[in-house]
Protein backbone atom coordinates (compact mmCIF):
# COMPACT_ATOMS: atom_id res chain seq x y z
CA UNK A 1 0.00 0.00 0.00
CA UNK A 2 1.44 3.39 -1.02
CA UNK A 3 1.70 6.71 1.45
CA UNK A 4 1.88 9.95 0.08
CA UNK A 5 3.16 12.24 2.29
CA UNK A 6 -0.41 13.57 3.06
CA UNK A 7 -2.00 10.30 3.78
CA UNK A 8 -2.44 10.23 7.57
CA UNK A 9 -1.06 6.96 8.78
CA UNK A 10 -3.84 5.76 11.03
CA UNK A 11 -3.46 2.04 12.44
CA UNK A 12 -5.15 0.34 15.94
CA UNK A 13 -3.87 -3.20 17.28
CA UNK A 14 -6.49 -3.23 20.26
CA UNK A 15 -9.81 -4.03 18.77
CA UNK A 16 -12.22 -6.35 20.70
CA UNK A 17 -15.28 -7.76 18.12
CA UNK A 18 -17.76 -10.35 18.65
CA UNK A 19 -15.42 -13.36 19.09
CA UNK A 20 -14.78 -11.72 22.72
CA UNK A 21 -17.09 -8.29 24.50
CA UNK A 22 -17.03 -6.45 21.48
CA UNK A 23 -20.32 -5.14 19.92
CA UNK A 24 -19.87 -6.38 16.17
CA UNK A 25 -18.13 -8.87 13.81
CA UNK A 26 -15.06 -8.75 12.44
CA UNK A 27 -15.71 -7.04 9.07
CA UNK A 28 -17.92 -4.88 10.16
CA UNK A 29 -14.40 -3.03 12.40
CA UNK A 30 -12.93 -3.74 8.47
CA UNK A 31 -15.70 -1.71 7.07
CA UNK A 32 -15.38 1.18 9.47
CA UNK A 33 -11.84 0.94 9.25
CA UNK A 34 -11.39 1.45 5.32
CA UNK A 35 -14.08 4.65 5.76
CA UNK A 36 -12.65 6.54 8.58
CA UNK A 37 -9.07 6.14 6.49
CA UNK A 38 -7.01 3.04 8.59
CA UNK A 39 -3.72 1.98 7.14
CA UNK A 40 -4.08 -1.19 9.49
CA UNK A 41 -6.13 -3.09 11.93
CA UNK A 42 -5.43 -5.43 14.35
CA UNK A 43 -8.01 -7.98 16.03
CA UNK A 44 -7.03 -8.64 19.39
CA UNK A 45 -10.11 -10.47 21.46
CA UNK A 46 -9.37 -11.63 24.81
CA UNK A 47 -7.95 -14.75 24.72
CA UNK A 48 -9.32 -17.86 26.31
CA UNK A 49 -8.89 -18.12 30.10
CA UNK A 50 -9.36 -21.47 31.86
CA UNK A 51 -12.25 -20.14 34.00
CA UNK A 52 -15.71 -18.80 33.02
CA UNK A 53 -16.06 -14.81 32.37
CA UNK A 54 -18.61 -13.00 30.56
CA UNK A 55 -15.84 -11.32 28.70
CA UNK A 56 -12.78 -13.25 27.42
CA UNK A 57 -13.39 -15.50 24.04
CA UNK A 58 -14.13 -19.19 24.93
CA UNK A 59 -12.07 -21.92 23.78
CA UNK A 60 -13.54 -23.46 21.15
CA UNK A 61 -14.10 -20.46 19.37
CA UNK A 62 -10.07 -19.86 19.06
CA UNK A 63 -9.35 -22.12 15.83
CA UNK A 64 -13.05 -20.09 14.16
CA UNK A 65 -11.09 -16.79 15.49
CA UNK A 66 -7.64 -17.28 13.57
CA UNK A 67 -9.62 -18.50 10.40
CA UNK A 68 -12.04 -15.47 10.44
CA UNK A 69 -9.11 -13.06 10.52
CA UNK A 70 -6.49 -14.19 8.39
CA UNK A 71 -9.49 -14.86 5.64
CA UNK A 72 -10.31 -11.11 5.85
CA UNK A 73 -6.61 -10.57 5.95
CA UNK A 74 -6.83 -12.10 2.63
CA UNK A 75 -9.97 -10.85 1.12
CA UNK A 76 -8.77 -7.28 2.00
CA UNK A 77 -5.19 -7.25 1.33
CA UNK A 78 -5.60 -4.48 -1.33
CA UNK A 79 -7.57 -1.98 0.77
CA UNK A 80 -5.59 -2.72 4.36
CA UNK A 81 -3.35 -4.26 6.31
CA UNK A 82 -5.56 -6.59 8.83
CA UNK A 83 -3.05 -8.38 11.56
CA UNK A 84 -3.96 -11.50 13.76
CA UNK A 85 -3.38 -10.48 17.43
CA UNK A 86 -4.59 -11.60 20.59
CA UNK A 87 -4.52 -9.80 24.18
CA UNK A 88 -3.45 -12.37 26.28
CA UNK A 89 -3.83 -12.27 30.76
CA UNK A 90 -1.21 -12.77 32.54
CA UNK A 91 -2.26 -14.78 35.67
CA UNK A 92 0.50 -16.03 37.41
CA UNK A 93 1.55 -19.78 37.20
CA UNK A 94 -1.34 -20.61 35.12
CA UNK A 95 -1.06 -18.52 31.62
CA UNK A 96 0.84 -15.33 29.91
CA UNK A 97 1.25 -13.92 26.40
CA UNK A 98 4.64 -16.27 25.46
CA UNK A 99 2.58 -19.36 26.75
CA UNK A 100 3.56 -22.04 24.22
CA UNK A 101 -0.77 -22.35 23.75
CA UNK A 102 -0.47 -19.11 22.18
CA UNK A 103 2.90 -18.82 20.87
CA UNK A 104 1.98 -21.88 18.48
CA UNK A 105 -0.98 -20.14 16.87
CA UNK A 106 1.24 -18.13 14.84
CA UNK A 107 -0.37 -14.92 15.51
CA UNK A 108 0.88 -11.47 14.03
CA UNK A 109 1.39 -9.99 17.48
CA UNK A 110 0.44 -10.32 21.09
CA UNK A 111 -0.56 -7.85 23.62
CA UNK A 112 0.45 -8.32 27.14
CA UNK A 113 -2.60 -7.24 30.00
CA UNK A 114 -3.08 -7.75 33.75
CA UNK A 115 -6.75 -7.57 34.25
CA UNK A 116 -7.51 -10.17 36.99
CA UNK A 117 -5.82 -8.73 40.48
CA UNK A 118 -6.68 -11.94 42.63
CA UNK A 119 -5.67 -15.29 41.20
CA UNK A 120 -8.04 -16.83 43.83
CA UNK A 121 -8.30 -20.43 44.79
CA UNK A 122 -11.91 -20.56 44.33
CA UNK A 123 -12.91 -17.81 42.24
CA UNK A 124 -14.45 -15.85 41.22
CA UNK A 125 -12.14 -13.69 39.65
CA UNK A 126 -12.08 -10.34 40.22
CA UNK A 127 -10.82 -7.58 37.69
CA UNK A 128 -8.91 -4.11 37.98
CA UNK A 129 -11.04 -3.11 35.98
CA UNK A 130 -14.40 -4.30 37.38
CA UNK A 131 -17.60 -2.98 38.87
CA UNK A 132 -16.80 -0.52 42.06
CA UNK A 133 -18.41 -3.05 44.44
CA UNK A 134 -16.10 -5.93 43.43
CA UNK A 135 -13.09 -3.43 43.26
CA UNK A 136 -13.91 -2.55 47.01
CA UNK A 137 -14.56 -6.07 48.10
CA UNK A 138 -10.89 -7.09 46.97
CA UNK A 139 -9.29 -4.16 48.38
CA UNK A 140 -11.59 -4.97 51.89
CA UNK A 141 -10.82 -8.76 51.53
CA UNK A 142 -7.78 -9.20 49.72
CA UNK A 143 -5.67 -6.37 51.10
CA UNK A 144 -6.98 -5.12 54.17
CA UNK A 145 -8.16 -1.69 52.83
CA UNK A 146 -4.88 -0.94 51.97
CA UNK A 147 -4.86 0.39 48.44
CA UNK A 148 -0.70 1.06 48.19
CA UNK A 149 -0.46 -2.52 48.54
CA UNK A 150 -2.99 -3.27 45.71
CA UNK A 151 -1.65 -0.88 43.34
CA UNK A 152 1.84 -2.71 44.16
CA UNK A 153 0.47 -5.76 43.43
CA UNK A 154 -0.97 -4.67 40.19
CA UNK A 155 2.65 -3.40 39.64
CA UNK A 156 4.36 -6.71 40.92
CA UNK A 157 2.28 -8.60 38.53
CA UNK A 158 3.14 -6.67 35.32
CA UNK A 159 6.90 -6.72 36.24
CA UNK A 160 6.34 -10.55 36.42
CA UNK A 161 4.60 -10.59 33.30
CA UNK A 162 7.46 -8.70 31.58
CA UNK A 163 10.40 -10.80 33.17
CA UNK A 164 8.61 -14.22 32.45
CA UNK A 165 6.48 -13.79 28.88
CA UNK A 166 7.35 -11.95 25.37
CA UNK A 167 4.96 -9.98 24.14
CA UNK A 168 4.79 -7.13 21.59
CA UNK A 169 2.73 -4.25 23.56
CA UNK A 170 1.84 -4.23 27.41
CA UNK A 171 -1.73 -2.76 27.35
CA UNK A 172 -3.24 -0.10 30.34
CA UNK A 173 -0.49 -0.53 32.21
CA UNK A 174 -2.02 1.94 34.88
CA UNK A 175 -5.88 0.55 34.81
CA UNK A 176 -6.48 0.98 38.40
CA UNK A 177 -7.17 4.86 37.80
CA UNK A 178 -10.56 3.93 36.73
CA UNK A 179 -11.29 3.56 40.47
CA UNK A 180 -8.89 6.84 40.93
CA UNK A 181 -10.87 9.82 39.64
CA UNK A 182 -9.39 12.98 40.90
CA UNK A 183 -7.10 10.67 43.00
CA UNK A 184 -10.15 9.99 45.32
CA UNK A 185 -7.86 6.68 46.41
CA UNK A 186 -4.45 7.49 46.47
CA UNK A 187 -2.34 10.52 45.40
CA UNK A 188 -0.79 9.71 41.89
CA UNK A 189 2.21 12.33 43.07
CA UNK A 190 2.86 10.04 46.45
CA UNK A 191 6.29 8.84 46.09
CA UNK A 192 5.45 5.03 46.73
CA UNK A 193 3.31 5.09 44.17
CA UNK A 194 6.30 6.87 41.99
CA UNK A 195 8.88 4.27 42.87
CA UNK A 196 5.98 1.23 41.71
CA UNK A 197 5.29 2.42 37.81
CA UNK A 198 9.21 3.51 37.66
CA UNK A 199 10.27 0.17 38.47
CA UNK A 200 7.36 -1.30 36.19
CA UNK A 201 9.13 1.34 33.26
CA UNK A 202 12.95 0.20 34.35
CA UNK A 203 11.45 -3.44 33.62
CA UNK A 204 10.05 -3.25 30.51
CA UNK A 205 12.88 -0.46 29.32
CA UNK A 206 15.61 -2.58 26.65
CA UNK A 207 13.60 -5.22 26.00
CA UNK A 208 12.10 -3.65 22.89
CA UNK A 209 8.84 -4.06 24.23
CA UNK A 210 5.87 -1.59 23.31
CA UNK A 211 3.87 0.39 25.89
CA UNK A 212 0.35 1.42 24.03
CA UNK A 213 -1.03 4.33 24.65
CA UNK A 214 -4.83 3.18 25.10
CA UNK A 215 -7.96 5.97 24.73
CA UNK A 216 -10.64 3.11 25.53
CA UNK A 217 -11.16 4.45 29.04
CA UNK A 218 -10.60 7.94 27.71
CA UNK A 219 -13.55 7.19 25.45
CA UNK A 220 -15.65 5.41 27.57
CA UNK A 221 -15.77 8.18 30.20
CA UNK A 222 -14.16 6.58 33.02
CA UNK A 223 -10.92 8.29 33.15
CA UNK A 224 -9.63 11.93 31.78
CA UNK A 225 -7.11 10.58 29.35
CA UNK A 226 -5.06 8.39 28.29
CA UNK A 227 -3.71 5.23 29.70
CA UNK A 228 -0.48 5.69 30.72
CA UNK A 229 -0.92 9.13 32.15
CA UNK A 230 0.69 11.97 31.08
CA UNK A 231 3.02 12.06 34.11
CA UNK A 232 4.40 8.51 32.74
CA UNK A 233 4.40 9.18 29.63
CA UNK A 234 7.24 11.51 30.12
CA UNK A 235 9.12 9.13 32.17
CA UNK A 236 8.38 6.50 29.02
CA UNK A 237 10.00 9.12 26.85
CA UNK A 238 12.76 9.60 29.06
CA UNK A 239 13.11 5.66 29.33
CA UNK A 240 13.29 5.80 25.56
CA UNK A 241 10.96 3.22 25.62
CA UNK A 242 9.11 2.79 22.41
CA UNK A 243 5.28 3.53 22.05
CA UNK A 244 1.95 2.77 19.54
CA UNK A 245 -1.67 4.03 19.94
CA UNK A 246 -4.53 2.04 20.26
CA UNK A 247 -7.95 2.55 21.33
CA UNK A 248 -9.22 -1.16 22.94
CA UNK A 249 -11.95 -0.43 20.41
CA UNK A 250 -15.26 -2.77 22.00
CA UNK A 251 -16.83 -1.27 18.37
CA UNK A 252 -16.15 -0.30 15.30
CA UNK A 253 -17.32 4.00 15.71
CA UNK A 254 -14.55 3.68 19.25
CA UNK A 255 -11.72 2.48 15.87
CA UNK A 256 -10.53 6.43 16.26
CA UNK A 257 -11.67 7.43 19.48
CA UNK A 258 -9.32 10.04 20.60
CA UNK A 259 -6.61 9.36 18.06
CA UNK A 260 -5.72 13.10 17.30
CA UNK A 261 -6.24 14.01 20.65
CA UNK A 262 -3.47 11.22 22.12
CA UNK A 263 -1.13 12.40 19.50
CA UNK A 264 -1.55 15.86 20.28
CA UNK A 265 -0.28 14.75 23.89
CA UNK A 266 2.61 12.79 23.08
CA UNK A 267 3.90 15.40 20.48
CA UNK A 268 2.89 17.75 24.05
CA UNK A 269 5.17 15.52 26.13
CA UNK A 270 8.42 15.67 23.74
CA UNK A 271 7.45 12.14 21.13
CA UNK A 272 8.44 12.65 18.34
CA UNK A 273 8.09 8.90 17.33
CA UNK A 274 5.52 6.32 17.38
CA UNK A 275 5.66 2.69 16.39
CA UNK A 276 3.04 1.45 13.26
CA UNK A 277 3.42 -2.40 12.49
CA UNK A 278 3.62 -2.51 8.60
CA UNK A 279 4.16 -5.31 6.11
CA UNK A 280 4.36 -7.66 9.49
CA UNK A 281 7.48 -5.52 11.57
CA UNK A 282 7.52 -2.85 13.84
CA UNK A 283 8.27 0.70 11.87
CA UNK A 284 9.04 3.92 13.78
CA UNK A 285 7.17 7.09 12.06
CA UNK A 286 6.57 10.56 13.16
CA UNK A 287 4.30 10.88 15.92
CA UNK A 288 1.82 13.14 13.91
CA UNK A 289 -0.80 12.23 11.36
CA UNK A 290 1.50 13.00 8.22
ZN1 LIG B 1 -7.52 -4.92 28.44
ZN1 LIG C 1 -8.70 -4.69 25.40
Same mark, same amino acid.
Given at each position: MKQSSHTPILTNYHTHCSFCDGSSNAEAYITAAIEKGFTGLGFSSHAPVPFETSWTMKKEDLASYIRTVRDLQERYKDRIEIYLGLEIDYIPGTMGPSAPAFRDLGLDYTLGSVHFIRNRQ?? +?? +????? +?EEEFMEVLETCFDGDISALISHYHSLIRDMVREHTMDMVSHIDLYKVHNRNNSRFDESAEWYKREVLSTLEEIAGKGTIIEINTGGWFRGKVDSVYPAPWILKRILAQGIPVTVNTDAHTPEALDAFYPESLDLLKEIGFTTRLVFRRGSWEEIPVQLQ
Open positions: NG +PF +PTMDG +P
